[in-house]
């Protein structure tokens, strides 16, 4: 069964201080590894999507990474308006669905 | 592009009542799903369609669900003999079928607070 594992459930930063978020997966064969952000009370927004081992993307403060077993994501400098949970999902080559497998989430807060 | 849009965006019933959410996807997008997320826990599948045919339903969604996908636009979900334990926010996503380049993007979620 397709699972995805995120940590730390919480993290808390002072602005300008770096640190990453982890998701392992376990699926039988990745088609993707997507990371969302989703603030409170709202739907996730996408951010990046991921394909195969050693791919790297980056968007402002944020830099995902991506391994055959985890991911990470990146946060360089972060504001507080980065505060957020920060989704880890999956799809498999065999769901023809591409339906996502979604992790727990990491809730960030970042104080100024 | 507008966006997914849900609708409503907050829902209160009673014990016993029966709801209807209603997601309008992305234009043209083909693909359509439906989430379902409780606190401090990440979206979970509930149904998907391909154009009007549902072709995946999660062992979660009980007798008591009911979506469908008329013509393959708009999507409605039913909860019929609503719980307490159905309170949660329903989210709706689309995407569209480019096979490896398959983005799905979610809505802003309908909240369910069955008294």
């Known amino acids: 069964e397709d699972q995805v594992t995120q940590s730390p459930e919480a993290l808390r930063l002072q602005e300008g201080e770096s640190s990453s978020l982890n998701c392992s997966y376990t699926?039988?064969?990745?088609?993707?590894l997507f990371w969302y952000r989703q603030d409170p009370g709202k739907g996730p927004e996408f951010l990046f999507t991921?394909?195969?081992a050693g791919e790297e993307k980056e968007k402002e403060r944020l830099k995902a990474t991506l391994t055959k077993k985890e991911s990470f994501l990146h946060i360089t400098a972060p504001k507080p308006e980065d505060s957020a949970t920060y989704l880890c999902a999956v799809t498999g080559v065999m769901d023809s669905s591409y339906k996502l497998i979604f992790g727990s989430g990491t809730r960030l807060l970042v104080r100024p | 592009d507008t966006g997914v849009s849900q609708d409503p965006r907050h829902k209160i019933t009673k014990r016993g009542q029966n709801v209807t959410f209603r997601c309008d996807p992305i234009?043209?997008?083909?693909?359509l799903y439906w989430y379902r997320q409780t606190l401090g826990q990440g979206p979970e599948f509930l149904t998907y369609f391909q154009n009007e045919a549902q072709l995946e339903k999660s062992r979660l969604l009980s007798d008591r669900f009911s979506a469908e996908r008329p013509k393959g636009s708009f999507s409605t979900l039913e909860i019929q003999r609503t719980e307490q334990g159905d309170s949660a926010m329903y989210l709706c996503a689309s995407s569209l079928d480019r096979g490896l380049g398959n983005t799905i993007y979610f809505g802003e979620g309908s909240w369910l607070t069955v008294v």
């Open positions: 991921l394909y195969s």
């Open positions: 699926v039988s064969g990745l088609r993707g």
């Open positions: 234009s043209e997008h083909n693909r």
